[in-house]
């Protein structure tokens, strides 16, 4: 029963997040929904990078190529993350919330 009930807890955060992520990608913050990504995974590193890159769009007033390729190799990154830890139903709905 405990097993059930932390399964049912996870998907329903799963789920919460892919909206996070689809409204964060519908409001143009890229970096945001790429950093929800990073939460819901524990992945501190990303998330810690992804700020920065945030950062550095602020002081920029926009993102720079490579930065936004950074983000983009970190986000790919993360759902193969996804996959391995959730499957690929959940990498396919999240990929696609972006």
């Known amino acids: 029963m405990i097993r059930l009930t932390t399964i049912l807890r996870e998907s329903e955060n799963i789920d919460s997040t892919i909206e996070k992520i689809k ?28 700020k920065a ?6 002081i920029e007033g926009s993102m720079p190529k490579h930065i936004e390729q950074y983000r983009t190799e970190i986000r790919l990154e993360l759902l193969k993350k996804a996959a391995s830890k959730f499957g690929n139903d959940v990498r396919a709905k999240l990929h696609s919330a972006f």
């Open 53 to 58: 890159i945030d950062d550095i769009n602020s």
């Open 23 to 50: 409204r964060a990608t519908q409001l143009n913050d890229h970096t945001r929904s790429v950093e929800i990504l990073a939460k819901l995974l524990n992945d501190n590193k990303a998330v810690k990078i992804l």
